[in-house]
């Protein structure tokens, strides 16, 4: 099959997954969640913090991550990633409940550089 490969502005709009290629989770949204049973692992994310509440950016040393949009669940979260098997209803069916199906955070990169594990982000 023939193809073109293509560059797009940077600056327009796309529902391409690497335009927010981050995805974060924090431990409260999983304490809100409230399944001991269900990991920070079932939603595959790039970073998980420590705490809870709202922001637009944050920072840290070397990088920048701006706020994009919540991340909506499918049925992979139903599967366990150590084994690869279903695992039942859950968690899909607590966050369409409490969550409107959303869990997690993407992100564009503002700035590109280094995240340390352990690394305290400035959030604003």
């Not at 409260?28 to 939603?43: C, S, T």
């Not at 991550?65 to 499918?74: F, G, I, M, V």
Request: positive net charge; proline residues 6%.
């Amino acid at each position: 099959m023939p193809v073109t490969l293509v560059m797009l502005d940077r600056q327009a709009p796309r529902a391409f997954v690497d335009s927010k290629p981050v995805l974060v989770v924090t431990t409260g949204m999983l304490a809100r969640l409230d399944l001991p049973e269900v990991g920070a692992e079932r939603f595959r994310p790039n970073v998980v913090l420590e705490g809870h509440g709202e922001w637009r950016e944050l920072r840290g040393r070397e990088t920048v991550l701006e706020y994009a949009e919540p991340c909506s669940r499918c049925e992979v979260t139903t599967i366990d990633q150590a084994s690869g098997s279903r695992r039942g209803p859950e968690p899909l069916r607590t966050l369409n409940e409490r969550f409107a199906g959303d869990f997690g955070v993407y992100c564009r990169v503002g700035r590109a550089g280094r995240l340390r594990r352990g690394e305290v982000l400035q959030a604003t």
